[in-house]
């Protein structure tokens, strides 16, 4: 309850809707429907009480027609909680695009899940004249059939990138019209007309600035030594070590490249685990000779028997997102045939073995 998760997200949601309608502009007829005259409808942020007492107070007068906003109520949006999940991870690179990708690779931060909630909002229209509320009411009505979407971004705080976040603004579908019963001579004639919308939005939870190890999940593919013994217990209560001891081929830990299209020097891959990523390499036998370096990413661990050693050259890339990124080939690359490589701290996987190639890349 310390932690004060304020994002302003209420206040911008109503700047946005308020931006939305506030651009009406009614014009003004002569007896046989020609237009002689336009006028904009202006907008205000306060309840229909405040708008009425202003327009009787000669030292704060508002021109009519004028549409009155305010928020009437909020409430938790129950029928968009679809789980109980604690929110979502973010890696290291995610949350700060600038850190590099070979010391900062294994950090995530938790963006927990927001609370849906439901804005009621109001809107009050005052005018002098009906056809002025008809056409009000006619700009926004065809557009809420049944309702129109409101764009804002994620809070910085939760992501540097901007994301979008996309809320639904449901008109209720009525307007009630209120004519006046009883006036003094001195009170100018006005009508008005009431109607609801509401705004499904979100408010965001506090998130942790502390990052977390990040938790890998490794499925493997086991097979036992020549030498182990079939007649041994397969695991010890006293020492809780299991007595084989075989290590497979880690097949969610490691990139995995499905697709690779060309575009001149520039190259699109599609996969897995491309946000882990610590280096791509580009390599061919005439690159290698020139600048090639070898890379050993585990050396004397086990799993080096799955990722062995190999030559290639470090590349620009780009990541995009976990299953797409882009990578350069510098002009200097003269190979006819290479190999694109992509490692992270589990291993690597190269496109001459992903399963959309199977042969060498032709540049």
Not at 95 to 105: E, G, N, V, Y
Not at 129 to 149: G, K, R
Not at 203 to 227: M, S, V, W
Request: aromatic fraction near 10%; proline fraction near 7%.
């Amino acid at each position: 309850m310390k932690e004060s998760p304020f994002y302003f997200e209420i206040k911008d949601i109503m700047t946005q809707f308020v931006a939305a309608f506030n651009d009406i502009v009614i014009k003004r007829h002569n007896k046989y429907k020609q237009e002689r005259s336009r006028v904009h409808v202006r907008y205000v942020y306060a309840p229909k009480q405040r708008v009425i007492h202003d327009l009787t107070n000669k030292a704060r007068h508002i021109t009519l027609p004028v549409v009155a906003v305010n928020v009437t109520g909020i409430s938790r949006g129950a029928d968009r909680v679809f789980n109980k999940i604690a929110g979502q991870y973010l890696s290291e690179q995610e949350k700060h695009p600038s850190a590099p990708r070979t010391d900062k690779a294994h950090k995530s931060y938790l963006v927990p899940q927001p609370v849906p909630i439901d804005i009621e909002v109001n809107m009050s229209i005052l005018a002098r004249y009906q056809t002025d509320i008809e056409q009000i009411i006619s700009n926004f009505v065809p557009y809420n059939d049944p309702y129109i979407m409101l764009s804002w971004k994620l809070p910085e705080e939760f992501f540097p990138t901007e994301q979008e976040i996309r809320s639904e603004v449901i008109w209720g579908g009525n307007v009630s019209m209120d004519y006046p019963d009883n006036l003094a001579s001195n009170e100018p004639y006005r009508l008005s007309a009431d109607t609801s919308f509401t705004i499904k939005t979100w408010l965001f939870k506090k998130a942790p600035e502390t990052p977390i190890n990040t938790i890998y999940k490794i499925t493997t593919n086991t097979t036992p030594h020549a030498d182990f013994d079939y007649n041994m217990p397969m695991y010890n209560e006293d020492t809780e070590i299991s007595y084989i001891s075989t290590f497979g081929p880690p097949l969610t830990s490691s990139p995995h490249i499905t697709y690779v299209s060309e575009h001149g020097n520039n190259r699109t891959i599609l996969g897995y685990n491309f946000n882990s990523t610590t280096q791509v390499y580009v390599s061919g036998s005439n690159c290698n000779m020139l600048s090639g370096e070898t890379i050993d990413i585990h050396g004397e661990r086990e799993i080096s028997r799955h990722y062995p050693p190999f030559t290639g050259v470090p590349i620009e890339y780009e990541i995009q997102s976990d299953n797409e990124m882009y990578v350069h080939i510098p002009i200097e690359v003269k190979d006819t045939h290479v190999d694109i490589i992509i490692s992270n701290a589990g291993g690597y996987d190269t496109a001459t073995r992903s399963s959309h190639h199977g042969n060498i890349i032709e540049m």
